[in-house]
């Protein structure tokens, strides 16, 4: 079963394609490819698994490769470098194409690529981890690691399509599938109460990559975030929901050194951390946490901060944040299960409290 | 007295201010910068002359200033990466203000880190050259150099203001007046006839920095670039017409490595070589290419090619050039004085003759 959603940004709206075994199917890629040139850009470990089958659905363009090492250490300038030197090399012009096939760190380095590539080229998403489906690939954010900010350098450049293949998720090592979970859990905190509770219901079943329900999930992610982002593209405003957990998250990634603790990990704790400071401060009964951390325990996330991390530690991490405003620091917290906001009013007391309890 | 001009961009218009002595006037910049926050991107020639005289004028400001090593081989990712780290140690938010103090290279890197940084934030150009103050200050055009192409990675980034303070154009050495003044004859060759013949009459005016002479050849080189660009700002078509000598002028920078030839220089030399294809083609009397010529010869611009530059290297080098699309050259040639037009309809035949020529 294909389902196909929009992203309804006027201009530079675009399709969602998520269905079984669709990554070979040129119907889904060829619209969306302009000139002739193609440059694929993936990594080591997604290259032996599916780049041929995504080759064989592009016949008669130029087809270039570009295979970069795997992991979030490698998300820097240095790194896109190497996709510039290739498209150079290779003399792709203005309308060439560039398609992201692999998880979150290629598809933000490929996007920001193709931002920055003779001032900005084509792309398209081709997720492989459901963390990406459910999140990166989607809205348009693109960018790469700074060693004193993660994200910290990069643009807003939307893809022309986004194909997701959930096939593919079986290839996929537990681990990463719970860190992609992490994130799926967030749409149900954010905007989406009966998601929630059918997460709560379907965890196994997503876990175990039974396709109807991981299908399902992806789908109902995807239009979460596609609601979010064509309210706010550029974060002015709404969109910062999509954060919840991020800026607690980025300060585990931070501290941890990039790739230690998965993206999605760091978010599932940060997530918790949000939570509680939320608790705390009133909005929230202590019941929806305790659900939210059973549900990620169900995935095997981990539920507490990494033991060497002082509440000082994060609190210099998380005043680099993109959210800091003159100063401020603002934090995504939940006033009721399936409503966020964006808020600077809550106790530095409560936030040290909450860093103390994990 | 103060010129205004406005590039009519819709929400993105800003104002271009023109005068004498108007660096270090607070009235036309704190109206543009947003936040506490500001960022002052500078280079060793620079700095030590106006810097003190613009810091003067931001009285209450959080200001941090980066000092760049002077001259195009700096134009990289690498000195890019000098901006973020000081933004990131000196912790500057979404709602910071980068000013670019300084030439074309300091504009175009600093418009792409406020481009960046943190997916995009606001910025200021102050351009202390000719060039920068005619040319690339203004339209949005920022990026870096990659050792295969000259401003190949880059973003369209519309600066909040333009200041342009002609008062520091006496400190210009004259090679650098005289790379400026070829873009400034661009102008008239592309869409300004009358323009032209005003500089046949005033390029000594000019040359020997006489302050209403500058100004207005400023002003009226500014509304001439503001025009097109409002027309077609991301240069699907008819902008690119701004870039006249420019492939020829990119070649020949490539193949002398950044900074030995001034881009002024090459774009001077390049111009003569598209008039020079468009006399081939039957275009354009030959009086005009040779006005042109007695006009930057003048300026003491130079208007033959390196000697060590065969055809075969121009027709290579050029092969990577932005304009090129799906394998066909394209260039700005001159259908007529204050005429151009960007076209594929050339023969090679002649454009070896024009190589050959130069």
């Given amino acids: 079963m294909m389902r196909t959603l929009t992203v309804d940004l006027g201009e530079r709206s675009y399709p969602i394609f998520i269905g079984e075994n669709i990554l070979g199917h040129p119907d889904y890629l060829l619209p969306y490819i302009k000139g002739q040139q193609v440059c694929v850009v993936t990594n080591e470990t997604i290259a032996p698994l599916y780049l041929e089958q995504l080759m064989n ?54 996007g920001f690529a193709a ?39 990069g643009a807003f450049h939307q893809p022309n399509a986004v194909l997701i293949d959930t096939k593919v998720l079986s290839s996929l090592p537990r681990r990463e599938l719970a860190a992609g979970f992490a994130e799926v859990v967030k749409y149900g905190l954010i905007s989406d109460p009966s998601f929630f509770c059918w997460l ?109 991390m002082t509440a000082e530690t994060f609190i210099d991490l998380m005043a680099v944040d993109k959210k800091v405003l003159d100063g401020e620091l603002r934090l995504v917290l939940v006033s009721e299960l399936g409503k966020a906001l964006v808020t600077k009013s809550f106790s530095m007391s409560n936030l040290r409290k909450t860093l103390a309890a994990f």
């Fill in 57 to 110: 659905s592009l016949p008669g363009f130029q087809v270039d490769v570009v295979v970069l090492p795997d992991g979030e250490s490698f998300k820097t300038l240095t790194t896109l470098n190497q996709i510039f030197t290739a498209l150079l090399e290779k003399r792709h012009n203005r309308t060439t194409t560039l398609i992201a096939l692999g998880g979150g760190v290629v598809g933000d380095m490929t």
């Fill in 115 to 153: 931002a920055s590539y003779q001032r900005g080229v084509d792309f398209i998403q081709v997720p492989t981890t459901l963390l990406s489906q459910v999140d990166s690939s989607v809205g348009g954010k693109t960018g790469v690691n700074h060693a004193l900010g993660k994200n910290m350098i």
């Fill in 200 to 308: 709560e219901v379907n965890v196994e079943r997503i876990m175990s990559c039974e396709p109807e329900a991981l299908a399902y999930a992806v789908e109902r992610s995807c239009q979460n975030k596609a609601t979010v982002v064509a309210q706010d593209e550029k974060e002015g405003g709404v969109r910062a929901i999509l954060n919840l957990g991020h800026t607690f998250g980025h300060a585990i990634e931070t501290a941890q050194g990039y790739g230690n603790w998965l993206h999605g990990e760091a978010v599932a704790t940060g997530m918790l951390m949000a939570l509680d400071l939320s608790c705390r401060e009133g909005w929230l009964p202590t019941e929806d946490l305790a659900r939210t951390q059973a549900l990620l325990l169900k995935a095997s996330l981990p539920v507490r901060a990494p033991e060497d």
